[in-house]
């Protein structure tokens, strides 16, 4: 019949009378409780951290023990820092922070760098710009992982804890670093050949008031997107129309190519639809130059090596790309 062994550590002293009391908080721990407390949602945390919602709850549990004080204020429906969790997190975020840089700088001495980059980017700029490249990225650095948040909102990356945001032009904090990723991008008009099926296609500028246009707000609530184009050096904008308004690019394609109506999208963003004959590309002598994508991060003395291959690597492969 098999035993059970217990080994313990050497400094247990666990049913010694007499004995000092319990030891410190160790370092995974404090790392739980800061992803936590960042968070304020022990299941967002946990995704971070790469383990489950129970396993963050359960070290929480762990390190209140030790340091015997409550730190979160837990329901079924919020998670919130008590008054001693929230000075805990004030004087541990920072400390952190620094240990974090410190321990990246070991990565900007090797050939490999290593980590994760988390990524928050808009779906059009990941589809044209990140994801045809991240085959050959991983190939190259196969001991940096990366992790794609996709949304169409101006994230406080710091505060959401991304290493880069992805979005188009540069207005951004004063704090941040902004580099341009690829040209500038070329808009383009766009209809499934179904949708002319029984309607004339347009031939001038003014024509597309006749027809339903698919439009695109920049946000929930935001202003909508205005069809402006460059006509003979002249910048003309066209008040289109249209029954359908959508809040990102890939439902303007998506509707287009069903029939609903006439798109105006990044002619990058189309380039398969355009191939493979769902969408055709109208009033060809007329196009739309808007803004091109940053990549922005925040202002650091030493950009660690995970973040500094990545842009390096994208910039580059744009680059590439545009010539």
Excluded at 173 to 191: H, P, S, T
């Amino acid at each position: 019949m098999s035993k059970k062994v217990i080994i313990k550590h050497p400094a247990s002293t666990e049913g010694i009378e007499g004995s000092l009391p319990s030891p410190p908080v160790h370092f995974p721990g404090l790392l739980t409780f800061e992803a936590a407390a960042r968070h304020l949602n022990f299941a967002r945390a946990a995704a971070e951290l790469g383990v489950t919602p129970t396993a963050v709850s359960r070290t929480i549990k762990s390190v209140e023990a030790q340091l015997n004080v409550r730190l979160f204020n837990r329901t079924t429906r919020s998670v919130s820092l008590t008054e001693a969790g929230a000075s805990l997190n004030a004087e541990l975020a920072p400390a952190l922070a620094l240990i974090k840089s410190s321990l990246s700088q070991v990565s900007l001495a090797t050939d490999q760098p290593s980590g994760t980059v988390r990524v928050n980017s808009s779906y059009v700029a990941y589809h044209i710009l990140i994801e045809p490249h991240l085959t050959p990225f991983f190939e190259k650095f196969p001991r940096i992982n990366v992790e794609i948040s996709l949304d169409n909102q101006l994230s406080d990356i710091v505060n959401a804890g991304f290493d880069i945001g992805i979005r188009m032009g540069k207005r951004l904090q004063n704090d941040m670093v902004a580099v341009q990723l690829g040209a500038v991008q070329k808009r383009i008009v766009v209809a499934a050949p179904g949708y002319f099926l029984e309607r004339s296609e347009p031939q001038t500028l003014d024509e597309l008031l006749t027809h339903n246009c698919i439009r695109q707000r920049y946000s929930v609530g935001g202003r909508l997107f205005e069809w402006k184009f460059d006509a003979h050096g002249q910048m003309v904008q066209i008040d289109v129309q249209g029954r359908l308004v959508v809040d990102e690019m890939r439902s303007v394609l998506d509707a287009a190519i069903q029939g609903h109506g006439i798109g105006f999208v990044f002619e990058d963003f189309a380039k398969q639809e355009l191939a493979n004959g769902t969408l055709r590309q109208i009033l060809k002598q007329h196009s739309g130059m808007d803004d091109a994508f940053h990549l922005y991060y925040p202002h650091r003395k030493h950009m660690p090596g995970k973040l500094r291959a990545f842009v390096d690597y994208m910039r580059t492969a744009n680059r590439a790309r545009r010539s």
